[in-house]
T-cell receptor, first 117, second 109 residues
Framework: NAGVTQTPKFQVLKTGQSMTLQCAQD?????MSWYRQDPGMGLRLIHY???????DQGEVPNGYNVSRSTTEDFPLRLLSAAPSQTSVYFC????????????????FGEGSWLTVV | KNQVEQSPQSLIILERKNCTLQ??????????LRWYKQDTGRGPVSLTI?????NTKSNGRYTATLDADTKQSSLHITASQLSDSASYIC????????FGAGTRLTVKP
């Protein structure tokens, strides 16, 4: 049981390049989400999914795309990287799609450090 | 203004001392409040989850309290250890989850 696995751990991109951050969980969790963490700020929700084939926007979705073709995987795509997207990205999952309301534990991946130059 | 404010921003204490971290929130309606520990370079790990009806919850040397009337929570760490050095994040759930910016705790020998 690996939990939530994110790759890559570190990435440097040039402005305008595209890339995909991978996220996989092996806990059969219904709910998956992506956050970004910037200095001095709390984690902010980018996109989330309540099940395979269902995705929705969070607080800061612009410049990012997601898909959920399987229960296990929830990749985050940067369409055309900008320096403002330099951040640490965390994928998270929870058993219930009502994780924010229920007492279900939310599990986070180890993070992906992205620098856009 | 962030709906979840944590204080202090950073804290340095000596090993084996106790400390208390604060979380004030304006998020409404309230569903639950979580405390996470985030080691440097790692993802957040859950410490406690409290609902509206709970006013205290412990996890080993960590004890969280909640006053839903004043919208305040605290995380008390007893007999600190070097491994407690980390950021501690308060998360409040209403219609969505709101994260505090965290308190950076350093425990020195």
């Amino acid at each position: 049981n690996a939990g939530v696995t994110q790759t890559p751990k570190f990435q440097v991109l040039k402005t305008g390049q595209s890339m995909t951050l991978q996220c996989a969980q092996d806990m059969n969790h219904e709910y998956m989400s992506w956050y970004r963490q910037d200095p001095g700020m709390g984690l902010r929700l980018i996109h989330y999914s309540v099940g395979a084939g269902i995705t929705d926007q969070g607080e800061v979705p612009n410049g990012y795309n997601v898909s959920r073709s399987t229960t296990e995987d929830f990749p985050l795509r940067l369409l055309s990287a900008a320096p403002s997207q330099t951040s640490v990205y965390f994928c998270a999952s929870s058993y219930s799609s009502q994780a924010k309301f229920s007492g279900n534990t939310i599990y986070f991946g180890e993070g992906s450090w992205l620098t856009v130059v | 203004k962030n709906q979840v404010e944590q204080s202090p921003q950073s804290l340095i204490i000596l090993e084996r001392k106790n400390c208390t971290l604060q979380c004030n929130y304006t998020v409404s309606p309230f569903s639950n409040l979580r405390w996470y520990k985030q080691d440097t370079g790692r993802g957040p790990v859950s410490l406690t989850i409290m609902t509206f009806s709970e006013n205290t919850k412990s996890n080993g040397r960590y004890t969280a309290t909640l006053d839903a009337d004043t919208k305040q929570s605290s995380l008390h760490i007893t007999a600190s250890q070097l491994s407690d050095s980390a950021s501690y994040i308060c998360v409040v759930s209403a219609n969505d989850m709101r994260f505090g910016a965290g308190t950076r705790l350093t425990v020195k020998p």
